[in-house]
């Protein structure tokens, strides 16, 4: 049972629009949540987080928008470019304890911006 | 500062051998997990340590085991290889205390044949 789910495997945009990445969870003790980008041979990089104490954080070109009661967050790349093309993981964690937990991931979004 | 190192960055082995991994993590962290990534699977969890012990288990067999050094190094050894076992294995660093990211390095291509 898939926890944390992309349900977009793709996305096409054209440099200079917004990106919209959506992610959803049905795990409700999930309270911090994360972006990564993937290049292919290469480990995922962290973009950007959230706490479920918040439900917006900007970083540059880079929002994440939490919906708690939808169980739903979203990324925006604003504007894009072609550099952004990758994969994204949308990630979520309990943080009880301390403990990393697991970071449980979605299967990906791959983006591809277009010049 | 130094990211995340881990060792080899390439892998082929025969089903039925061993294999060590290793991964050293950004200096201070405590905490490094493991995890493995197929075309099909996606990223899953395989296991957490901290201060040298496991404290996260995620749901893969027993071949799959790992350990973490006083240094905080740490190493994933998979036994009895088998062909599924073939994949992207990603090894992650963090402080390892609530709410904090995780960084990834490289990761191990291992070819199982």
């Known amino acids: 049972d898939q926890q944390v789910k992309q349900n977009s495997p793709s996305l096409s945009v054209q440099e200079g629009r917004i990106s919209i990445l959506n992610c959803d969870y049905t795990?409700?003790?999930?309270?911090?949540f994360l972006w990564y980008k993937k290049y292919p041979a290469e480990g995922p990089t962290f973009l950007i987080s959230?706490?479920?104490?918040?439900d917006k954080n900007e970083d540059g070109r880079f929002t994440v928008f939490l919906n708690k009661s939808a169980k739903h967050l979203s990324l925006h790349i604003v504007p894009s470019q072609p550099g952004d093309s990758a994969v994204y993981f949308c990630?979520?964690?309990?943080?009880?304890?301390?403990?990393?937990?697991?970071?449980?991931f979605g299967k990906g979004t791959k983006l591809s911006v277009k010049p | 500062k130094a990211g995340v190192t881990q060792t080899p960055r390439y892998l082929i082995k025969t089903r039925g051998q061993q294999v060590t991994l290793s991964c050293s993590p950004i200096s201070g962290h405590r905490s490094v997990s493991w995890y493995q990534q197929t075309p099909g699977q996606g990223l899953q969890f395989l296991f957490e340590y901290f201060s040298e012990t496991q404290r996260n288990k995620g749901n893969f067999p027993g071949r799959f085991s790992g350990r973490q050094f006083s240094n905080s190094r740490s190493e994933m050894n998979v036994s009895t290889l088998e062909l599924g076992d073939s994949a992207l294995y990603l090894c992650a660093s963090s402080l390892g205390s609530a709410n904090t990211e995780a960084f990834f390095g490289q990761g191990t291509r291992l070819t199982v044949v």
């Open positions: 990630a979520a964690m309990r943080g009880f304890g301390g403990s990393q937990g697991n970071l449980i």
């Open positions: 795990n409700s003790m999930f309270d911090y």
């Open positions: 959230i706490s479920s104490i918040k």
